[in-house]
């Protein structure tokens, strides 16, 4: 009886440590695959540094979209530039089949600090009722372009 028992305990822990083995392959494998059936894709304009491309507007890779970073170069004030800005991110967002619903993660760079308050009011409810997640810095010497606010995000595809 004694030798069956340790048969059948050996037998459950091969058995076990085959079933952990084929499952690690497995997924060692399906991460494989994903790393290779999904790739970049850039859907919007290539901006070019003297000939030389400097970033993508918008790319695409598996079912997430990416948007750069969206400026406001115009003379105006904080909420202007805001409501510009969420404007443009909504435009590139829908184009590329996704929504302010689907924002998963937003940046906002402010030129200064003491705009985060109106910043705040004009980006209250843009993103519906589940707002994505938020980082709001503000950039040393400013904002590149001379906008008040710059936003970008990354949003779930369908």
Same mark, same amino acid.
């Given at each position: 009886?004694?030798?069956?028992?340790?048969?059948?305990?050996?037998?459950?822990?091969?058995?076990?440590?085959?079933?952990?083995?084929?499952?690690?392959?497995?997924?060692?494998?399906?991460?494989?695959?994903?790393?290779?059936?999904?790739?970049?894709?850039?859907?919007?304009?290539?901006?070019?540094?003297?000939?030389?491309?400097?970033?993508?507007?918008?790319? %695409?890779?598996? @079912?997430?979209? !990416?948007?750069?970073?969206? +400026?406001?170069?115009?003379?105006?004030?904080? &909420?202007?530039? =805001?409501?510009?800005?969420?404007?443009?991110?909504?435009?590139?967002?829908?184009?590329?089949?996704?929504?302010?619903?689907?924002?998963?993660?937003?940046?906002?760079?402010?030129?200064?600090?003491?705009?985060? %308050?109106?910043? @705040?009011?004009? !980006?209250?409810?843009?993103? +519906?009722?589940?707002?994505?997640?938020?980082? &709001?810095?503000? =950039?040393?010497?400013?904002?590149?372009?001379?906008?008040?606010?710059?936003?970008?995000?990354?949003?779930?595809?369908?």
């Amino acid at each position: 009886m004694k030798k069956s028992k340790e048969n059948s305990r050996r037998k459950m822990v091969k058995t076990m440590v085959a079933g952990a083995a084929a499952m690690g392959t497995g997924v060692a494998a399906k991460a494989a695959t994903a790393k290779t059936s999904t790739s970049k894709e850039v859907v919007g304009e290539v901006i070019m540094d003297q000939q030389v491309p400097l970033f993508s507007s918008a790319v %695409k890779h598996g @079912n997430t979209l !990416y948007i750069a970073g969206k +400026g406001a170069h115009f003379d105006g004030d904080i &909420t202007a530039h =805001t409501k510009h800005v969420l404007d443009e991110l909504q435009k590139a967002l829908e184009a590329n089949g996704s929504s302010m619903d689907k924002v998963l993660k937003v940046n906002v760079y402010l030129h200064d600090l003491a705009d985060y %308050k109106a910043m @705040n009011e004009a !980006y209250r409810g843009r993103f +519906g009722d589940n707002p994505p997640v938020r980082t &709001t810095v503000a =950039t040393y010497g400013g904002v590149p372009g001379d906008s008040l606010v710059e936003i970008d995000c990354i949003a779930a595809l369908d």
